[in-house]
């Protein structure tokens, strides 16, 4: 090397713009070695119920245990892990028949579909009353005891369906005269549903009819269909109760799946003086693709192993640093893929009072963006942590994206359950500063077998996401900067 390219280096380097900050080779390399583990076949795809799952909260659990934290979840007898449990639901059967006068009225099979919000309900014979497109207000002793019988309006057609059932009838059958097809609808309906084993089971009936089912279920009788379309296109349409009666019974084949939130606490100086609390899902998808594909598990990488990487390496920085007052909790939520649920467990169970949760800070998806990148803050504008936020962007010369474009994404991701529960709750991230950029990631890996380790994936953007929620920690873990929210 000559002394002139000395002395190009020295200027090159006297002129490195004061935000870049020094490159942490050791925390990437750190960050990609969660990564490496919990992406890999071994963690087939970290699936809640499943030995994926086992493996995910051993090895969260040692992590966490080796850093110095405590258990979170203020239950001795499940330390570490605090039980979720699920329901798996999806639709097993349908039957629905009609008489006149007690007589069957014939209607070919495969044109009609019921599917019950419960594990199995029957409406025995009961009237239908023509409500037409549902527009006007029905009343409650007119619904009662009977079927409604709802011309659909495809989207609105649902809503108004929800009315229906809301106002106290037995069921609602919908015609599909328009857009809506029964296939469209059992494809739809078909899949299975998730929720959490404590939600009160409703037992609502929803049915579905073809149109030609519906001409021959009014056969013989003094309306045909298209007789009661044109009564419903008059101004002053009233419900009509039809010399018709049906009987739907559907049920529901129900699984059981008992799965894990972790928790785990970093002990402040002054408990009572609140908490701050980060979060990242561990769940994804298990195997998600079918033969003949080769490659059949959802890994993962980005969503959400970079995540729980992240969150790991947060808690490191913040146990090895100098004490905080307030309590910092650490959660790996279970179910997130499937609706958010691990999350809403936590806050329908919490470990202590959510009032106590001064901010929130949710962690998915974080390998999308190199460094250099600046912030997104999904959730901005709805909570009043921003101007912290702000602040401690400034102190560490990280560049915020003007706007709140990235509140498109606030319910796709666990801090929209906690919102619910009045926990002021964001996510601030690089990888959600530029909607261009996880629009592709939707389109191409995102829950696909894609979204797997592969060689040169960029942590260096999610290590500075790291040290800046060291920093945010910091800011909102310190009660003189951030009062205790009032009651
Ligand atoms: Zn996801």
């Excluded at 947060?314 to 909790?329: E, Q, W």
């Amino acid at each position: 090397m000559n002394r002139l390219a000395v002395v190009a280096i020295a200027a090159l380097l006297a002129f490195t713009p004061a935000q870049a900050q020094r490159r942490d080779k050791a925390l990437e390399a750190a960050l990609l070695a969660h990564v490496t583990e919990l992406a890999s076949d071994a963690y087939d795809g970290r699936e809640p119920g499943t030995e994926g799952e086992a493996k995910t909260l051993r090895y969260l659990g040692q992590q966490w245990f080796d850093i110095g934290l405590e258990s979170g979840t203020n239950d001795p007898r499940n330390a570490w892990f605090a039980p979720v449990k699920l329901v798996a639901r999806e639709p097993a059967s349908s039957s629905a028949s009609f008489t006149r006068r007690n007589r069957p009225q014939f209607v070919p099979p495969g044109s009609t579909e019921v599917f019950t919000s419960g594990k199995r309900t029957l409406v025995n014979s009961a009237p239908i009353l023509f409500v037409g497109k549902g527009e006007g207000e029905v009343g409650r002793a007119e619904l009662a005891g009977r079927v409604a019988l709802l011309l659909d309006g495809g989207t609105e057609g649902s809503e108004r369906q929800n009315a229906l059932l809301k106002a106290g009838a037995a069921g609602v059958l919908t015609v599909l005269d328009g857009e809506r097809t029964l296939e469209q609808i059992r494809a739809r309906r078909g899949r299975s549903g998730y929720a959490l084993a404590t939600e009160e089971l409703g037992g609502d009936l929803e049915a579905f009819i073809t149109a030609e089912g519906l001409e021959r279920a009014l056969a013989g009788g003094p309306l045909d269909f298209a007789a009661l379309k044109a009564l419903a296109a008059k101004p002053d349409f009233v419900p009509r109760l039809l010399d018709l009666a049906v009987t739907l019974e559907a049920t529901t084949r129900e699984t059981r799946i008992n799965t894990h939130n972790v928790i785990g606490r970093l002990p402040g100086r002054r408990p009572d003086s609140g908490a701050v609390l980060l979060l990242a899902h561990w769940d994804h998808f298990g195997e998600c693709a079918a033969p003949p594909a080769e490659d059949l598990i959802c890994n993962g990488a980005i969503d959400n192993a970079s995540g729980l990487a992240a969150l790991t390496e947060i808690a490191r920085r913040l146990a090895k640093g100098p004490a905080l007052d307030r309590d910092v909790y650490f959660l790996a939520t279970t179910a997130e893929e499937i609706g958010l649920l691990g999350a809403e467990a936590f806050a329908e169970d919490p470990p202590l009072p959510l009032s106590q949760i001064v901010a929130a800070f949710n962690i998915d998806s974080f390998a999308l963006a190199p460094r250099g990148a600046p912030l997104g803050i999904v959730g901005r504008g709805l909570t009043p942590l921003d101007a912290g936020i702000l602040a401690v962007a400034k102190a560490q010369k990280r560049k915020v994206v003007e706007g709140d474009a990235a509140n498109a994404y606030i319910r796709r991701q666990d801090g929209w359950a906690l919102l619910q529960h009045d926990v002021p709750t964001v996510m601030v991230s690089s990888s959600w500063s530029d909607i261009a950029r996880v629009e592709r990631f939707f389109e191409t890996d995102y829950h696909r077998p894609g979204d797997q380790l592969k060689p040169g994936l960029d942590l260096s953007g999610t290590a500075e996401d790291v040290a800046f929620h060291v920093a945010l920690v910091r800011h909102f873990g310190d009660p003189k900067k951030v009062p205790l929210r009032s009651k």
